[in-house]
């Protein structure tokens, strides 16, 4: 008999119509629709959402928190990305 | 007994009319996915080219300053095309598909980037314009029926208010500067005035898909509308900066609330979209040499994963 641990799935929950799934936290089964059947189980008992959707853990790939300096800094100086760093007269409207 | 069952269609535009979003893997009548994918592909084409004449003059911004918001405002616009086009890839057709249609003259971009950006003026109009009416045109969108398309044009729309304010900002600062720098204002304002018009597209009377489109909630005002708004909101800012809308007709109208205005050019509308524009083979000749130039950066990019994954495979095989 098999002694194989279930995979670990990664679960993303579409909490209403018209939004963005949204990571809510993990599972293990046995296969993507068993991974459904529990994160509708364990994650929308409470009508938390309309739309699931679970990624096998090992295929997320993540940044690495040490680059996080030298991956984010480059935009700290680029204030000008920003709309409020134009000023805009007070009399014109819609901008 | 009679049934109460709502065909596909119908049940299809129930959840539109209750204002719900329709998903990737919702079912949706053809024709829907077809006028989607090609209005999706045709506002991805037109962030891609929309670079072009705006890329035009970074290497000759006059200060550091503005060259590095031109550099940023070009770079969300190649951002925004990516969203549209993923959002466009939801629907089943691919990148490939899209970029040789686009490449071979199939598929349409926005008449308005085959204008040319002659002087430094330009950028301020392109911003203050052009991303202005695109701003008009976007911000009904991101309550569109498809819901990717919907999500992406949240994330343009909030890139989008500092390309129209930068804009703005060189034109106020060439209005006040020098007359030499106010007459390239007015002058960059007298060129792009009318085809930032056209760029609502065909009148309401000549654009015998709106409805449907309406409908379909894909498209949230006519063109009518839209350019309407345009003006209203425009004029009053060019008055600020002491310029002259070019349009003879142009006057305010106290029973409609709004400005009457003059017929925009419609045969120099059709002849842009038709291919003879002053830019078009010029910008399009620029998108394939992009492409094919970066051809090899592409294949190199693969096999450097290739060779990556299997020199991996070889760690762990040794492990
Ligand atoms: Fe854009
Ligand atoms: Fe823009």
């Known amino acids: 008999m098999s002694q194989k641990e279930w995979p670990l799935w990664e679960v993303f929950i579409r909490s209403k119509?018209?939004?963005?799934?949204?990571?809510?936290?993990?599972?293990?089964a046995a296969d993507a629709e068993m991974a459904i059947q529990n994160a509708r189980d364990v994650y929308t008992r409470r009508l938390e959402g309309v739309s699931i959707w679970v990624v096998e853990s090992k295929h997320v790939h993540a940044s690495n928190p040490d680059d996080a300096q030298a991956f984010y800094e480059p935009a700290n100086d680029k204030i000008y990305r920003h709309p409020t760093f134009y000023q805009v007269p007070d009399s014109i409207k819609h901008m | 007994?009679?049934?109460?069952?709502?065909?596909?269609?119908?049940q299809f535009q129930a959840r539109i009319d209750a204002d719900m979003r329709i998903e990737p893997?919702?079912?949706m009548p053809d024709a829907y996915r077809k006028t989607l994918?090609?209005?999706?592909?045709?506002?991805?084409?037109?962030?891609?080219?929309?670079?072009?004449?705006?890329?035009?003059?970074?290497t000759r911004a006059p200060s550091l300053k503005r060259k590095s918001i031109l550099l940023a405002k070009v770079q969300d616009e190649a951002g925004h095309g990516l969203y549209l086009y993923s959002a466009a890839e939801t629907l089943g057709t691919s990148r490939d598909q899209m970029l040789a249609d686009l490449h071979s003259g199939k598929a349409k971009y926005s008449s308005i980037f085959n204008y040319p950006t002659l002087s430094w003026a330009d950028m301020g109009?392109?911003?203050?314009?052009?991303?202005?009416?695109?701003?008009?045109?976007?911000?009904?969108?991101?309550?569109?029926?498809?819901?990717?398309?919907?999500?992406a044009m949240v994330r343009v729309c909030k890139e989008e208010s500092f390309h129209q304010r930068q804009g703005f900002e060189i034109m106020q600062t060439l209005c006040e500067g020098s007359p030499e720098q106010k007459a390239m204002a007015q002058e960059g304002l007298n060129r792009w005035w009318w085809p930032t018009l056209m760029m609502f597209g065909p009148k309401d009377?000549?654009?015998?898909?709106?409805?449907?489109?309406?409908?379909?909630?894909i498209k949230r005002f006519t063109n009518d509308e839209l350019r309407q708004k345009f003006?209203?909101?425009?004029?009053?800012?060019?008055?600020?900066?002491?310029?002259?809308?070019?349009?003879?007709?142009?006057?305010?109208?106290?029973?409609?609330?709004?400005?009457?205005?003059?017929?925009?050019?419609?045969e120099e509308f059709w002849n842009v979209v038709k291919g003879n524009g002053m830019c078009n083979k010029e910008r399009l000749q620029a998108?394939?040499?992009?492409?094919?130039?970066?051809?090899?950066?592409?294949?190199?990019a693969l096999a450097h994963a290739e060779k990556r994954q299997q020199r991996e495979a070889a760690k762990a095989a040794a492990a």
């Open chain 2, 287 to 300: 998108r394939v040499q992009a492409h094919e130039e970066g051809a090899w950066v592409r294949e190199a």
């Open chain 2, 125 to 151: 109009c392109v911003g203050w314009l052009v991303d202005g009416a695109a701003i008009l045109n976007q911000v009904p969108l991101c309550r569109t029926s498809y819901g990717p398309y919907a999500r």
């Open chain 2, 205 to 217: 009377s000549e654009s015998p898909n709106t409805a449907q489109s309406m409908n379909w909630r």
């Open chain 2, 37 to 58: 994918i090609r209005q999706i592909s045709q506002h991805a084409h037109s962030e891609l080219v929309g670079m072009l004449p705006e890329g035009n003059w970074i």
């Open chain 2, 1 to 10: 007994m009679e049934t109460l069952e709502l065909t596909q269609e119908e």
């Open chain 2, 25 to 27: 893997k919702d079912w």
């Open chain 2, 231 to 266: 003006v209203d909101m425009m004029v009053p800012q060019a008055e600020f900066l002491g310029l002259t809308v070019p349009d003879p007709n142009l006057k305010w109208n106290e029973a409609k609330q709004g400005y009457d205005f003059g017929d925009v050019d419609w």
């Open chain 1, 17 to 28: 119509q018209g939004l963005d799934h949204k990571h809510v936290g993990s599972l293990h």
